[in-house]
């Protein structure tokens, strides 16, 4: 993916978000300017890979979650 079709895609998001704390997330993500850009970039890829996710219903529920979890750990 480009830059500009990256840029244009976080706009988007960013316009249809009315969650403060993923807002506020993603300012605080964007601000730190030490970060190193690889690691920023990755934490936008996985940001934007969450938000598509969540649009196309690909979530589980807590009950879910702790029962994969469970599984994993052999509990």
Do not use: C, W, Y
Request: net charge negative; proline share 1%.
């Amino acid at each position: 993916m480009k830059v500009l079709e990256i840029k244009k895609e976080l706009r988007k998001l960013i316009e249809q978000e009315n969650d403060i704390h993923i807002l506020e997330a993603i300012r605080t993500l964007l601000s730190k300017s030490s970060l190193d850009p690889i690691l920023k970039e990755k934490f936008t890829n996985r940001a934007l890979k969450s938000e598509k996710d969540i649009e196309e219903g690909n979530v589980m529920s807590r009950k879910e979650m702790e029962d994969k979890l469970d599984d994993k750990l052999d509990l």
